[in-house]
């Protein structure tokens, strides 16, 4: 149980395109979804954190008008990079949290590795 | 500060040795605490939890809280060579905040 799905697993992408990355919870609703972004040889950063139904809370420094999260369901979410440069190319993760269970709780989905040409 | 700290390694220990993996945090506030292993090119994945002082342990692995001193260590005893890894601390107070992580080598 408690498994969380991306979709898609690795995409390359030409500069000035968009990208959506889906994030699903497959076999629990989640309260809470987590996007982090991890560069080469550095740990997970935090991007945002989105509730179903509510507007995405983005940490300092994510541009929120370049990284669109919507969390439309209690299973889905997705990450939306606008407008992609070169210096977007990183590992994106996603996690979520049950809505039954502590909120300490997260369950990682396995990334999503952009390349930004 | 940052607020989870760990030494980047690399830490290499041979095969059947004790690894040792440390991380200290600087909010007291903190409430949870969580190791996780990440593999090159994946997700990380959860391997302990840990909420009270003392140690906890499962398998192979035992992990170290002590509050008062704002550290939580991790220990894998009988360490293989598919443990080589990088290994995240993280604490829980609202939100997650994860440590740079200790890259692990496990020689055969």
């Known amino acids: 149980g408690a498994v969380v799905s991306q979709h898609p697993s690795w995409v390359i992408c030409k500069s000035g395109t968009s990208v959506k990355i889906e994030c699903r919870s497959l076999d629990f609703q989640a309260t809470t979804m987590f996007w982090y972004r991890q560069f080469p040889k550095q740990s997970l950063m935090l991007m945002a954190t989105?509730?179903?139904?509510?507007?995405?809370?983005?940490e300092q420094g994510v541009e929120k008008d370049k990284f669109l999260i919507n969390h439309a369901s209690l299973t889905l979410s997705t990450l939306t990079v606008t407008s992609a440069h070169p210096e977007d190319s990183s590992f994106y993760i996603c996690?979520?949290?049950?809505?039954?269970?502590?909120?300490?709780?997260?369950?990682f989905g396995p990334g999503t590795r952009l390349t930004v040409l | 500060q940052k607020e989870v700290e760990q030494n980047s390694g690399p830490l290499s220990v041979p095969e059947g040795a004790i690894a040792s993996l440390n991380c200290t945090y600087s909010d007291r506030g903190s409430q949870s605490f969580f190791w996780y292993r990440q593999y090159s090119g994946k997700s990380p994945e959860l391997i302990m939890s840990i909420y009270s002082n003392g140690d906890k342990e499962d398998g192979r692995f035992t992990a170290q809280l002590n509050k008062a001193s704002q550290y939580v260590s991790l220990l894998i005893r009988d360490s293989q060579p598919s443990d080589s890894a990088t290994y995240l601390c993280?604490?829980?107070?609202?939100?997650?905040?994860f440590g740079t992580g200790t890259s692990l080598t496990v020689i055969p």
């Open positions: 996690s979520a949290t049950p809505r039954q269970g502590g909120t300490d709780t997260q369950y």
């Open positions: 989105s509730n179903e139904g509510s507007k995405a809370t983005y």
């Open positions: 993280a604490v829980y107070r609202s939100q997650f905040y």
